[in-house]
């Protein structure tokens, strides 16, 4: 059997080592802290959390919710120590740090099958299944072998995204279908006359910025300028960028509006999509506001919100397969925020994913990947079926699975979503791995 090695032991690179283990494999996982420190890390120990402490809302209704309840259902060494160190939030599943920390770290550190190395490594090992887990901070050595090794296709060092909204929150009476001068009409239009645009500036003007780690904080050039800043240079300049409104006629009244907000899909169900050119560092709640006062959105759901800052992660659809394997090295994989991911939670389950696979290859076993249906199956499809062109890392979401058809309040309609995506996962894992899911990685 050949060897799994594991780089970086963060949320994603624990999961990882720790599923590929408890699946017979012998693993080797490498972490360069303490000895190499980011500028993001307070100590050594594996899963450290570096920024909030929550791995998001719980429940039926919430898509991280059932990520969680498919990562429980698995036996998920991430869920374990978060559910045993939990700390009142409200409706979300936070945890205490340093608990949560040392418990991931003492498991695997004691684990038969897992050898802890404590150095970096520069370049990809040359033998055995390799999982790539090495984050948002991924070293200058590493990052430079992976642009050798994968070429042009790897994004570098920075997250400049825009807000992305659920498809059926769009109202569809208000925005129309056309693509500038004519062209195919790909895009959704939101037109805003010069009152509703001076409403917009008034907004977005007012809005509150997120102030960054000192590790986050971007150098802006134009291609990605956020929108705020935009703003800032003048009333008129968002309408002469990107909410330019020339070679856009409204076809219900023949004339272009005085500003108009395009949407781009992001998926190809069209059940998501993002707002073109609105890349922001806005705080959440105000970013909201900014959003639902276009035309169109009043009462649009934000599934993923903008950000602006340090990052590092890949051009996943260009990659990497739904297994996580890269394409053209299918002894690779990869996992976390490197992969295209938002998100503790997400990270963990791709890591998850990730470890299954590579302790299947190890094993001369072909590599799975779960049912659409399952939020884990719908987030890994996401990342290797993608727009590839505008690409930026996604969080789980309930526009990344098949919606619910049939009559119903919302929250109904996601609970049945909740329940078909956890009994799928169940089923898969009984099927696919041999075993009831609650005897999975158990213990």
């Known amino acids: 059997m050949m060897k799994v090695h594991v780089i970086g032991a963060g949320l994603s690179g624990a999961e990882a080592a720790f599923t590929a283990a408890r699946l017979g494999a012998q693993v080797r996982l490498y972490e360069m802290r303490p000895r190499r420190m980011t500028p993001a890390h307070q100590t050594g120990h594996f899963a450290e959390l570096v920024c909030s402490n929550s791995l998001g809302g719980e429940g039926e209704t919430n898509a991280k919710g059932l990520l969680q309840a498919e990562l429980r ?27 949560f920390a040392q418990e991931v770290t003492r498991r695997l550190e004691a684990h ?24 948002p901070l991924t070293s200058d050595g590493l990052s430079e072998h992976l642009r050798r090794l994968l070429g042009d296709e790897f994004l570098g060092f920075y997250d400049a995204a825009a807000p992305v909204v659920l498809g059926e929150s769009i109202n569809m009476e208000v925005v129309y279908r056309a693509g500038r001068y004519g ?44 929108i705020e800043e935009i ?14 409104p020339v070679g856009l006629p409204d076809p219900r009244t023949g004339q272009e509006p005085y500003a108009v ?12 999509w993002s707002l073109v050119g609105f890349q922001t560092g806005l705080k959440w709640g105000d970013q909201k506001l900014v959003v639902q006062s276009i035309p169109g959105l ?3 759901e934000i599934v993923r919100y ?16 739904p297994t996580l394997q890269f394409r053209a090295h299918p002894n690779l994989l990869v996992s976390g925020v490197l992969c295209g991911v938002e998100g503790y939670l997400e990270s963990a389950a791709t890591g998850f994913l990730a470890g299954l696979n590579a302790a299947r290859l190890a094993q001369g076993q072909e590599a799975l990947v779960p049912p659409e249906a399952t939020m884990l199956g719908g987030l890994v499809r996401y990342l290797a079926s993608a727009n590839p062109d505008n690409f930026q890392p996604m969080n789980a979401n309930w526009g990344l699975v098949p919606a619910e058809v049939g009559k119903g309040k919302k929250s109904e309609k996601r609970a049945r979503m ?16 041999g075993l009831a899911s609650e005897e999975i990685l158990a213990g």
């Open 418 to 433: 909740f329940h078909r995506g956890l009994a799928e996962f169940r089923a898969w894992l009984a099927r696919s791995v």
């Open 183 to 226: 062209q195919s009409a790909d895009y959704l239009n939101c037109p805003l006359n010069e009152e509703q645009y001076r409403r917009f500036y008034e907004v977005l003007s007012q809005a509150r910025k997120h102030t960054p780690h000192e590790w986050e904080k971007l150098e802006f050039f134009e291609g990605c300028m956020p």
């Open 73 to 99: 259902a698995a036996g998920s060494l991430i869920m374990q120590a978060a559910d045993r160190n939990r700390v009142p939030a409200g409706g979300a599943l936070a945890v205490e740090r340093e608990g």
């Open 306 to 321: 903008g950000v602006m800052h340090r990052n590092t992660y890949l051009c996943a659809p260009r990659l990497i397969e």
């Open 261 to 272: 907000v395009q949407l781009r899909a992001e998926d190809r169900r069209g059940q998501m």
């Open 112 to 135: 038969p099958n897992i050898e802890v190395v404590r150095e970096e490594l520069t370049r990809i090992p040359p033998d055995g299944i390799t999982v790539l887990a090495t984050g």
């Open 298 to 300: 009043e009462n649009a």
């Open 231 to 244: 703003a800032r240079r003048g009333f008129d300049t968002p309408r002469f960028g990107p909410m330019k």
